[in-house]
C-alpha cells in the first residue's frame, strides 16, 4: 500500500521568515487524522529556518535542487551531503523549470538521482512533455526516455526509495491540468516502464505524483485515478489554506 504524498514546491518564494511563517501553519493545519504524507520545498536559504520548526514534525523537507557532485569549485552550487546534514530527506530533480531555464540534460539529471540516492536521500524525478510533443503524439516517448535516464542504475528494491513526479510542461503555472483520462494514461504508463526496468515489486511501491496546476477543486478528482499517488504543488502550495485542502484530497481513508 503507498502512502499518498503531496509536496509544495515553492521555487524562488518565501525567504527565511516567511517560510517558517508557513511552514508553522501547515503543520498546525496537519493536526487532523490526515494520512497523507505532506512536504516542503523550500528555496536553499529558507531550509535551515525550515528544519528548525520541523524538529518534531512528520512534514518531510524536500530541496528544489541539488549537484552531482560531493564538493569543490561549483560556485552556487550545493551537495546531497549538505542537504543531509541540513535535514533534508527528499529532493527534487529534474523539474522542468530546472531543464528548460538552466539547461539541465537527461544525463546530468541522472547523475544527480543516483548522487542523491547514494547519500539515502529520496529523489523526486519529475518527468514531463512540452506541448509540442504532446501534440506530435510523443507523450509517452519522452516520458519514457526521461524515466531512463534519470533512473540509470540506481537500485530500487521495495520503491520507497524513489519518487517520480509526472508533470506535463504545458500545465505547469499555466492553470490548464491535465485532463484525469490524459493523467490516467500516462501514469499507467510509467508504472508500466518502472515494472520493464526494476520488477513489479520496485515499481508497485514507488510513488507517482501528478503536478501541473493541482488546485483544492481538482485534487481529489486527480488523487482518485489508480496509479496517481499524490501531487507535486507549485502555486497552490504558498498559502497554507489551499495547500492543506489539497493534502486532505489525498487522504487514504
Ligand atoms: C510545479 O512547479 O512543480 C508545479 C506543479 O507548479 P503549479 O502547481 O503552479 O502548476
Given at each position: 500500500m503507498r502512502r499518498p504524498l503531496v509536496i509544495g514546491n515553492w521555487k524562488m518564494h518565501l525567504g527565511p521568515r516567511d517560510a517558517e511563517a508557513l511552514v508553522r501553519a501547515v503543520d498546525e493545519g496537519r493536526l487532523s487524522s490526515n494520512e497523507a504524507q505532506a512536504g516542503v520545498a523550500p528555496p536553499y536559504i529558507s531550509i535551515p529556518?525550515?528544519?528548525?520548526?520541523?524538529?518534531?514534525?512528520?512534514?518531510?523537507?524536500?530541496?528544489?535542487?541539488?549537484?552531482?557532485?560531493?564538493?569543490?569549485?561549483?560556485?552556487?552550487?550545493?551537495?546531497?551531503?549538505?542537504?543531509?546534514?541540513?535535514?533534508?530527506?527528499?529532493?527534487?530533480?529534474?523539474?522542468?523549470?530546472?531543464?528548460?531555464?538552466?539547461?539541465?540534460?537527461?544525463?546530468?539529471?541522472?547523475?544527480?538521482?543516483?548522487?542523491?540516492?547514494?547519500?539515502?536521500?529520496?529523489?523526486?524525478?519529475?518527468?514531463?512533455?512540452?506541448e509540442e510533443q504532446r501534440d506530435r503524439g510523443e507523450t509517452l516517448e519522452v516520458v519514457g526516455r526521461q524515466l531512463a535516464a534519470g533512473l540509470g542504475d540506481m537500485p530500487v528494491s521495495d520503491g520507497s526509495e524513489l519518487v517520480v513526479a509526472y508533470e506535463p510542461v504545458w500545465a505547469i503555472g499555466t492553470g490548464r491540468t491535465a485532463t484525469p483520462e490524459q493523467v490516467d494514461e500516462v501514469h499507467r504508463a510509467i508504472r508500466g516502464m518502472l515494472t520493464e526496468h526494476r520488477g513489479a515489486v520496485a515499481a508497485g511501491g514507488v510513488r507517482l505524483l501528478y503536478g501541473g496546476s493541482v488546485k483544492p477543486g481538482n485534487a481529489r478528482e486527480l488523487f482518485s485515478l489508480a496509479d496517481v499517488d499524490g501531487g507535486l504543488i507549485g502555486g497552490a502550495s504558498l498559502e497554507a489554506r489551499s495547500f492543506l485542502d489539497i493534502l486532505f484530497a489525498a487522504r487514504t481513508e
Open positions: 529556518a525550515v528544519s528548525a520548526c520541523l524538529a518534531n514534525s512528520e512534514l518531510l523537507l524536500c530541496a528544489q535542487n541539488m549537484h552531482q557532485e560531493e564538493k569543490g569549485a561549483f560556485t552556487g552550487e550545493v551537495s546531497a551531503a549538505m542537504l543531509t546534514e541540513a535535514g533534508v530527506k527528499m529532493v527534487l530533480l529534474g523539474h522542468s523549470e530546472r531543464r528548460t531555464l538552466f539547461g539541465e540534460t537527461d544525463e546530468q539529471i541522472g547523475l544527480k538521482v543516483a548522487a542523491a540516492a547514494a547519500r539515502g536521500l529520496v529523489p523526486v524525478l519529475c518527468i514531463g512533455e512540452t
